[in-house]
């Protein structure tokens, strides 16, 4: 039976077989793959190529000709992931752009559409966390905020991370002010520098009470009551009021410092961490026991673990096995 799992990826049930068999056979010829599969040469070769191109697959050079190998499986899935969100967001672009056929049909009826509501009521929190995120996904130039948080917890961390990477991979231009306290929690701090390295800019503000989301410079998304967020928010498309909340949005920004003017900017490839908190963070990379590590530092077994502790706080991460896979995508060891 043909296996198929990635066709939800984009991936055809030939291209995800010739895949499977290099991963299987790595540094393999493809000159006979046609005959393993029982397909014709022109279509082994199309998928081999689409595969190359992609970078599921590539090509050595070896003494008998040039051989194929297959790209490490998570590399790959990530890949393919990547390439499908961003057909599927020009996809969903199109369609949402297709909104003017209403107007255009209802002309021929003599029937005038009802504009679009321009300032929209929602009091619901997994409604605004889902307009929110229908926002992030279709914004195409900018996301602008002020978030007067002290800290972010693990959780938040772990959500934010994946769609703030994704939308400055996309090309989005992400400016974000808070306040200066955050800066005093390590797992925040640490988030901050890792968006910033990536191009997102950070200002970082004494005090602010305003909490403003805005995309596109188009919707804007504020609260019912800035003092207690849960109790809802509004969305303005509204031309007139998202001009006043961006006027708003640059008045702080412009008031507020750089957050490499408030950081040690010789710290940002180690998050910030202690000299103390780096040698644990190699050494809990690098050796299995705590003893051993302990060790090797010079420090008792409970002051290595309870170093260890703080790191696990400082990514965000479960386990000592996520910290230091979170520890290596960072660039911190």
Known sequence: ???????????????????????????????DIHLLFHTSLESAAAAKDR?????????TEGEGGPTLSAADPATAVDQLID???????QELQAVTQARHLTASLCAEQGVHALPPQSVERMESIPQIRSRLDDLAFFAR???????????????????????????????????????KEALDDPPTLAYLREIAAHGAEIRVTEE???RIIVFDRRTALVPLDPSDTARG???????????????????????????????DPTDTASGGLSE?????????????????????????VRTYRRHIADLLRILGAGSRAQAALLARERGWV
Not at 53 to 59: A, D, K, N, V
Not at 83 to 89: C, F, M, Q
Not at 247 to 256: M, S, Y
């Open 1 to 31: 039976m043909t296996v198929n799992d990635l066709s939800v990826l984009g991936i055809s049930a030939l291209e995800e077989s010739i895949y499977r068999h290099f991963l299987r056979n790595p540094d393999t010829s493809a000159d």
């Open 51 to 59: 595969l190359c191109e992609l970078r599921l697959l590539r090509s």
């Open 83 to 89: 390439v499908r969100l961003r057909d599927l967001h």
């Open 141 to 179: 130039e900018e996301v602008l905020s002020v978030d007067p948080y002290t800290a972010l917890t693990a959780d938040s961390i772990a959500h934010s991370r994946p769609l703030d990477l994704r939308c400055l991979r996309r090309g989005l231009r992400i400016r974000n002010i808070v306040i």
């Open 208 to 210: 602010v009470t305003e």
């Open 233 to 263: 928010a509004l969305m303005a498309r509204e031309t007139g009021l998202v001009a006043n909340i961006l006027a708003l949005f640059e008045k702080i920004w412009d008031q507020a410092q750089p957050l490499a003017e408030l950081t």
């Open 276 to 300: 103390t908190e780096r040698l644990v963070l190699e050494s809990m990379c690098r050796v299995e026991k705590d003893e051993v590590g302990a060790r090797e530092l010079k420090i008792s």
